[in-house]
């Protein structure tokens, strides 16, 4: 009996033993898990503080791109009535695309065809009626330079069969920035919005004249024209790129890059400075005239907006006669500057073409000085 009860001690030390170990195990788990809950939220806060680096990382590159950006603008106004010197359709269209190409190369933002006889036309809607019928110089001059803008993987959604781009093949293009190659890498792209369905809470597709269909973050109507800021490719397998949709002007006052012009009619002279598109309007104009003080001589003051108002066959004068706005007769009032861009001409008159390269050729250094000097607004 002594020997059994013996024997049963050590069972019975063996489930103490078995009870302390249990209580330890529950010890270790719960350090353990607390130890994991703390490597967790760590993580978590390690996560956090790499995301606010990201952001302030994107924060820095964003105000490094916004020092590279170009905050100011550059328009030109000049008549439509310039097309009606050209004796046929083809050497028309040929002047438009010399205007179109001039524009380009010094990077205007706006061009601005106004109506010097009056004639009160307004959009480049309406059939063409031939060639030198009164009133439609300005109609087709506004239609090839909208064309030309225009990049041309997109010009089959916005621009149908017209008698007024039946030459505009012809045209050397203007190879902006903006129109790209298909496989051409660019932080930006022009596209028109596809009617295509999408999922709720999804963007809609958009043509950029790429390999792939880009999807943006908004839902926007089919047909229209968008500026696309590309995202970069995650998955170079995926069957769409992704985008976000900013403004127009958004490539030059944050990258620097000329994105090409837009056009706009006005009904006369009086109404290229009324019907500005800028709150501010324009607080730099030159007018451009044989009779102006040489440009040589020209300081201009810092600007945002600039408009340089160019003349046709008759001169400015032509347009102040017929604006029943202006009791003016001398066109020099209406401007800051009254410049004479080529002193000393060798020929009696310069054509309004050959005035714009002239012009904006010997403006340019006073500009970039002007765009220097700090502006006060």
């Given amino acids: 009996m002594a020997d059994g009860g013996a024997a049963k001690r050590p069972k019975g030390v063996q489930v103490e033993e078995r009870k302390v170990d249990w209580r330890r195990w529950k010890q270790e788990r719960k350090a353990e898990k607390k130890k994991w809950k703390e490597m967790k939220l760590l993580k978590k806060l390690e996560k956090q503080r790499m995301r606010e680096l990201a952001e302030k990382q994107a924060e820095k590159q964003e105000e490094q791109k916004e020092d590279k950006g170009r905050?100011?603008?550059?328009?030109?106004?000049?008549?439509?009535?310039?097309?009606?010197?050209?004796?046929?359709?083809?050497?028309?269209?040929?002047?438009?695309?010399q205007i179109a190409r001039a524009c380009a190369i010094f990077c205007v933002d706006e061009i601005i065809v106004?109506?010097?006889?009056?004639?009160?036309?307004?959009?480049?809607?309406?059939?063409?009626?031939?060639?030198?019928?009164?009133?439609?110089?300005?109609v087709q001059l506004a239609r090839i330079l909208q064309y030309l803008e225009c990049p041309q993987y997109l010009r089959k959604s916005f621009f149908p069969k017209h008698e007024d781009l039946q030459f505009a093949g012809l045209l050397n293009p203007l190879d902006s920035p903006h129109h790209m190659r298909v496989d051409e890498d660019s932080e930006y792209r022009e596209g028109v919005v596809l009617d295509r369905p999408t999922k709720p809470g999804r963007g809609s597709f958009v043509n950029c004249g790429m390999r792939k269909e880009v999807q943006i973050d908004k839902q926007l109507n089919a047909g229209l024209r968008v500026t696309v800021r590309l995202e970069e490719p995650q998955k170079p397998e995926a069957k769409?790129?992704?985008?976000?949709?900013v403004s127009s002007h958004h490539p030059r006052t944050v990258s620097g890059l000329y994105w090409g012009y837009s056009v706009r009619l006005a009904s006369c002279l009086s109404a290229v400075f009324s019907e500005c598109p800028f709150k501010e309007g324009y607080d730099l104009s030159i007018g451009t005239s044989e009779r102006g003080s040489s440009v040589d001589q020209a300081t201009l003051p810092s600007f945002r907006h600039a408009?340089?108002?160019?003349?046709?066959?008759?001169?400015?004068?032509?347009?102040?006669?017929?604006?029943p706005k202006l009791e003016v007769t001398d066109p020099s009032v209406l401007f800051d500057f009254y410049l004479n861009t080529c002193p000393s001409q060798g020929s009696r008159t310069i054509r309004t073409e050959e005035a714009l390269l002239i012009s904006l050729s010997a403006l340019r250094p006073h500009i970039d000085e002007a765009v220097k000097t700090p502006s006060d607004s």
Avoid: M, W
Wanted: charged share 25%.
């Fill in 71 to 97: 905050h100011y603008t550059l328009s030109v106004a000049l008549p439509g009535s310039i097309l009606n010197n050209a004796q046929s359709l083809e050497l028309r269209t040929y002047l438009a695309g």
């Fill in 114 to 138: 106004f109506d010097e006889h009056g004639e009160d036309v307004k959009t480049v809607e309406g059939d063409f009626e031939g060639i030198g019928r009164k009133g439609k110089a300005c």
């Fill in 240 to 245: 769409v790129r992704k985008g976000t949709v």
């Fill in 307 to 323: 408009l340089v108002v160019f003349g046709g066959l008759e001169g400015l004068e032509a347009g102040l006669d017929v604006d």
